[in-house]
Each structure stands twice: as C-alpha cells, then as structure tokens.
C-alpha cells in the first residue's frame, strides 16, 4: 500500500493561538496539504494570544484526562501540549519541561514521518525534533526566525557563562545536526552561517503574507467603529501589534508632543507590558491625538490598515538584529508605507532599502531620530504616502505572497525526502 508523504510541523504556536507565528505556520501546513502531504502539527494550547471566536472555531478535545488535546483545523490533525502563562519562573520552567517531554513522546507515536518542521525559538525545539528524526529515519528542517542565544545575550537577561557556552553548544548541534536549516533574510544567514560546518545547508527562505486577507481596501469597505476611528483630513500614524520593549516608545512619544499642534493622529493599537506605560505618558503629556486602543482581531487588520495613512516601527537596540517584525508583509500588502526607525544593516532596514516604500531612520541619536520623524510626517501628504504604499504592494504581490513562498518550503522538503 502506498502512502502520502507525511510532514510534522513542530511550532511552539499554532492555530487556534493568534500571533504571527502562528498565522504564518497555518499556511504553510496548508500548503504541504494541497500538495498532496499528510500533516499532522505538534503544538502548545493557545496562550499567547488567546481569541475565543478562534477557539469556538476550532475546538480541542482532551485526551488522557487532558495530559494533551486535540483538534482539527481545515482537516489537519492537530496535538495541542497544555501551556500557559505563569507567573511564576518555576511554574513556567516545570511547564516548558513538560511541554518538551510530552512532545518527543507523541512526535515518536506518530507513524511514517518523512519529515520535521519547526521554527525557533526555542532552540530546544530543534533538539527534540532532532531525536524524533534519527528514532523515524526522518529528515529534519530547523527554521531560524530569531537567533538564540544572540537575542538573550544582547537584550542582557542571560549572564551566566555556563549557560550561555550551554546554548551555543545547543545551537551548533541543531544546525549541524539538521537536515537543513532556513532562515528569512541575507542578514541573518550572514550572521549564522559560520556556524556550519556545512554552509550548503543554510537556506533563505523568507516570510510572507496572505495577499487574499491582506490587500488594499477602498473607503466604502473600511468596517470599523466611527466612535474609535474617526474619518477625517488627518494624516493618521499606526502601530497594531504588541506593545512590548521590542519597540522603542520613547521616540514616537517625544514626537507626538513635537507635532500637537499638526493635523497628525497616532493610534497604538494592541496589548503587551509597555501598554500602561505608554497611556500614562501620552495623559501626563496631554497628547489628546494618540489614541491607545485595545487588540483588534485579525479579520480587522485590513480595515486598521486601511484607515492608517502610514505605519510606523521603532524597532529598539536590542531586538532590531535578531527579529524581522512579519507585520512589514501585512503593511506592504495593504499598500501602505512606513516610518522604520532602526539600525543599519539590521533585517528589517536591509530589506526595506530595496523596496522604495518606507522612510528609514538609522541614526543612534536620540534627538535627530526625533527631528527626522517631525521633519518627515511634516512633509508628508496623503497623496505622497500612497505613492509610497503603492510601490510596496507592487514588490510583495511578485516575491512576498503565501504562494510564491511556501513553494520554497515544499522544494526544500521534496528535495531532503
């Protein structure tokens, strides 16, 4: 009897659970389904961003007295590991220990894997995967979407020596170890590819977006709450996503104070620990034209979008090498353009320099980012900024779409199997 090949995607996040990596890994298990694979996906319980319309979606039914779950999405067997956010470091250590056991035990229950997918962090992932491999002969494809250990190093929340020459050592292993390895842009291969003894099996495979969710919409089809989004002549400035210290805040709020008396509106829209940091600023600063909204569901970023007249992403100094924020697809893809402040040759400035539809801001100085982005939203008209957006929506439909990209994963794995 023969058998469809069989892939297993191993992700730390996957539907229902609503972030990034979960909506990116969503696709490409759908692609491997329309290409005629067998997909079974090895995941956590939503905890990262929890949506209860998503959930009533795609309901997990407990197994063994819930020591794990399972469920469908669009056909695709799913094993859902319970984690959640504990407060407390032990709790979430004991957790993550768990999450990996239970994961090596159903990875190797499952019969006839061709191969394995999954993406960082963690890097632990990689080694469970690694193990499962050599016991089912399968091959093994680590994806790099943030570099460990270099993103806790800089950031500076790991000191200890051992650990850290413990995860360096990890690291190496699972890229030596695996099959091949992707990861999403020139910067970040250039930064890791002298960690292979075989250079060969380092590939770019970047991310992508769904251009039938994602697209530019008309002003007859923005559906949004007039209360909270209000049309007018304003040029309006946007950030929808997490609103944590991967960005740097303190720029945009030395901005808006700068530009009150402009016909300028900002709107930071999401969750995350700089949130209330961020309300009390803009209400000691009386800055009336930031409005700070509460996370809106996915359906509703096209319409968010949309609405914007330009995003911005202040990327701050510690994460700007080490992560690509995917949201950069979603705004090029709703043509939109973009006001970057990060580094030089950092992943998200190396690849927008190529695409003529964002202002970048390199400089380190705190005072100059700040006159640039006045100077810049100053000079900008709608008109200007659609110009923008509209080059950047040209470049995404030829390179950035879910179709043209997952096509690389499956080639990839073709190739291995």
């Known amino acids: 009897m023969s058998y469809s090949p069989k892939i297993l995607i191993h992700s730390i996040a996957f539907s229902p659970d609503g972030v990034s990596t979960a909506y990116l890994y969503n696709d490409i298990a759908l692609a491997f389904q329309q290409k005629g694979y067998e997909v079974v996906v090895l995941t956590t319980t939503p905890h990262y961003n929890v949506l209860p319309e998503e ?3 795609q309901p997990m039914t407990k197994k063994l007295g819930g020591l794990y779950y399972t469920s469908s999405f669009n056909g695709i067997k799913v094993l859902h590991i319970p984690q959640k956010k504990f407060g407390s470091t032990a709790l979430r250590i004991l957790g993550f220990v768990y ?3 239970l994961s090596l035990i159903l990875g190797l229950a499952e019969k006839r894997v061709s191969a394995i ?4 962090p963690p890097l632990t992932i990689g080694f469970i995967n690694l193990l499962i491999g050599k016991v089912k002969g399968a091959k093994v494809v680590y994806n790099v979407q943030e ?7 800089e950031q500076g929340g790991l000191k200890s020596k051992p650990i850290i020459a413990a995860l360096k050592w990890l690291e190496k292993l699972v890229y030596n170890k695996s099959d091949a390895v992707t990861t999403i842009d020139q910067v970040f291969y250039n930064t890791i590819v002298g960690r292979f003894k075989e250079p060969q099996k380092l590939h770019i495979i970047p991310n992508f977006v769904d251009t039938t969710l994602y697209r530019p919409l008309t002003n007859e089809e923005i559906s949004l709450d007039n209360n909270l989004f209000v049309k007018n002549d304003t040029v309006k400035v946007m950030y929808a996503g997490n609103i944590g210290h991967a960005q740097d805040w303190e720029p945009l709020l030395s901005a808006a104070i700068l530009l009150k008396d402009q016909p300028i509106e900002f709107y930071i829209i999401g969750e995350g620990v700089m949130k209330d940091h961020v309300i009390q600023q803009a209400k000691i600063n009386g800055l009336n034209k930031v409005h700070i909204l509460p996370y809106q569901p996915r359906e509703s970023m096209p319409h968010l979008l949309a609405f914007s007249d330009l995003q911005f992403i202040f990327m701050s100094k510690e994460m700007e090498g080490h992560g690509f924020p995917s949201k950069v697809y ?9 006001i970057v402040c990060s580094g030089e040759k950092t992943p998200i400035v190396n690849f927008l320099q190529a695409q003529h539809c964002a202002k970048l801001i390199t400089t380190r100085d705190f005072a100059e980012k700040v006159n ?6 100053k000079a900008s008209s709608k008109e200007s900024l659609r110009a ?3 080059a950047g929506y040209e470049e995404i439909t030829k390179k950035y779409s879910k179709e043209v990209v997952t096509v690389d994963y ?5 190739k291995l199997i």
């Not at 979603?330 to 973009?338: D, E, F, Q, S, Y």
């Not at 640039?372 to 939203?377: D, G, H, K, S, Y």
């Open 99 to 101: 999450w990996h056991i």
């Open 372 to 377: 640039e982005i006045v100077a810049f939203l």
């Open 147 to 153: 570099i460990y250990p270099d993103f806790l190093i």
């Open 55 to 57: 959930l009533a979606k």
């Open 388 to 390: 923008l957006g509209d």
């Open 410 to 414: 499956i080639r990839l794995i073709n």
């Open 330 to 338: 979603t705004i090029m893809a709703c043509a939109k353009p973009l």
């Open 117 to 120: 997918l999954s993406p960082s």
